[in-house]
Each structure stands twice: as structure tokens, then as C-alpha cells.
């Protein structure tokens, strides 16, 4: 089970051939790393499903691998346009995860180095085309932990800054608290070559172009967004998870996020948010169990408008009404406007 969704194995992976599991998308969030919050979003789970579903099948024409193998209803493996009603489970081929060694607060990636192939990549890769206020680059270059010409810059970026060329940034993805790494070093955790990466950040690049087609057409702009990738039996990258819904990106329409970043701007105005910085620079490995408060629930107005957000972003890309009596995205984001603005004034 993982914070936002659980993982039923049909068949084992091993290092010869993929296994077959069942992603369970649950209505459950997480932010800022804090995993599970308090409270659920109806019909997100759906919602991520079926918009996964849409773009992965959309992939797979354009000869991009992946893992997905439909859509689960009834007990039975469909495809997206074969449903009949919404669903939260979806099929997978599934890969291999070797988890690195940890001593004290240093992690052994040694056994990547002699992968053949058929194994999850332990990297998140993440594309920026804008730089919202939320961004954790401007926390970086505060730390010092990066400059602006790291990342192709020759000043210091500002808030909402429209990037000329997208960044291609790196985390690590099996750690207890995911961390930014250079790229040098990432080829070196997970056991890639020079050429491998530069083809990991080229399909990289070209999934942002395809996610950014995709959501100008109903209005949207994709600042940023993460996509995860294993080698298959072959040592072809694959993409993995889920890429392009509003839990991987953030989207804005006239400057107003479309995504859980809507949960975020709520609650970097809590008490609980100054207390989650405040753990985190003190233990970076045990951060949450010293934190000193816990998350109150979203108000329930807010809730439902992030989950009529989801569906409407589903039904809106996906061209079909699989969530009845939502109202058009547009006039969503102009509540969800009206109502953070009260309440940060």
C-alpha cells in the first residue's frame, strides 16, 4: 500500500520477465511528503484512473513502451473505451524493485551495477516549465544546494517565471525522504550509462511536449511534472505508475493551480506546514515522527471542489462524461479562486 494507492501482486516479477499487479487508485492524498492526510477526495482515485488510462493508451500508439494493461471492470481487462461505468483498477505489468542498502543515513546503490535490465529505475524524473512560487527550486538556491546556472540560468529565476527551455531535474525515488541529486550522480546510483540518461531527459522532454498538447486543449498550461521509468528484459526505458493526471503535474488556467497544488496552497497557510519545515531541517530520516502537530482536515467545501476538479479534468481531456452533474473546470477554479483568497486574507 503506498499513500495515494495499493498495489495488488496477481504474479510475482523476477529478473526474467515482468510480474502482473493490479494498481488500486484510492481517494486518499498526500502532500509535502507527509503521506496519507486526513480526509479523502471523492472519486480521485477514478478520476487518476481512467485519465492514466487515456494517456497511457495514447503512448502505446505513438510506440512508446510502458507497463499499463488496462483497465480492470467486472473482474475482466478492458480497454478504456470498452467501459462501462468509472473504475479505480487498473493492470500492470510490474518490475522488479531492489531497494538500496541503508547504514545510519548512507544508502548502497552498489547492487545496480551489474543489472542486466527488468528493474524499476530508482530515480523520479522531473520537467519544470515554469517556475510557480511553490517550487522547490527557490527553497534549493535559498539553501544553496543549487545555482542558478545549474540549472541553465545566468540569474536567479522569480516566481511564475516562464522558462525559454524546460528543466530536467532529478530526485531519488527509494529513499525514507526523496532527495535532489545532479545528474552525474544519478547515472551513478542507478548503475546508467551516459547514453542512458541522455535518453532517459529526451523522452523525458518529449512526455512534457505530449502532456502540454494535451491539456492546452481545454485551457490549461503544464508548469511541472514527474514520470517514472524502469528498464525492461531488453534494457529499453519503460515508462511506469502514471504520467500526465494532476497528481504527477501541476497545472495552472490564469495563474490558478489545477491539481492537489490546491491543497497545498491551503495548507502552506497552517500552523502544521511551519511545523512539517521545522522537522525536516532538524532530521531529515525521522522528520514526521517528531513533528510536533498533525494535519487538520480539508473544510469540506474545498474538498468537494478539488474532487469536482479531478472529474471535470478527467471528463474534459478524456472527451467522454464518465462523472455526472460536474460543473465546467473554468467555473470550478473561479470558486476555488474566491475561496482561498478569503481564506488567506
Known sequence: MGSVKDLEVLEAANSDKPGKARFIYSDRYSVFDWGEMPDNIPEKGAAITL????????LEKMGIPTHYVGLVEDGEVKRLSDLHGVTNSMEIDLLPVIHPGLTGDQYDYSAYSDLKGMHLIPLEVIYRNTLPPGSSVFRRLKQGKITPQDLGLDSPPTPNQKLDAPIIDVSTKLEITDRYIPWQEAGQIAGMSDSEISELKNLTKALNN?????????GLVNEDGKIE?????????????VLGTLDECRFTLDGMPVSKEIARVYYRNTPWYQAVGEAKQADRQN?????????????????????????????????????????????LLEEIREYLEDVNS
Open 210 to 218: 505530449f502532456i502540454s498538447d494535451e491539456y492546452s486543449r481545454i
Open 51 to 58: 485519465l492514466g488510462a487515456y494517456f497511457f493508451e495514447k
Open 229 to 241: 521509468v524502469g528498464f525492461d528484459s531488453e534494457r529499453h526505458l519503460m515508462l511506469v505508475d
Open 287 to 331: 522528520w514526521r515522527s517528531i513533528c510536533t502537530l498533525q494535519p487538520e482536515p480539508l473544510p469540506p467545501r474545498l474538498k468537494k471542489l478539488i474532487s469536482q476538479a479531478y472529474c471535470a479534468v478527467t471528463n474534459e481531456i478524456t472527451g467522454r462524461e464518465w462523472f455526472k452533474d460536474v460543473p465546467p473546470l473554468k467555473d
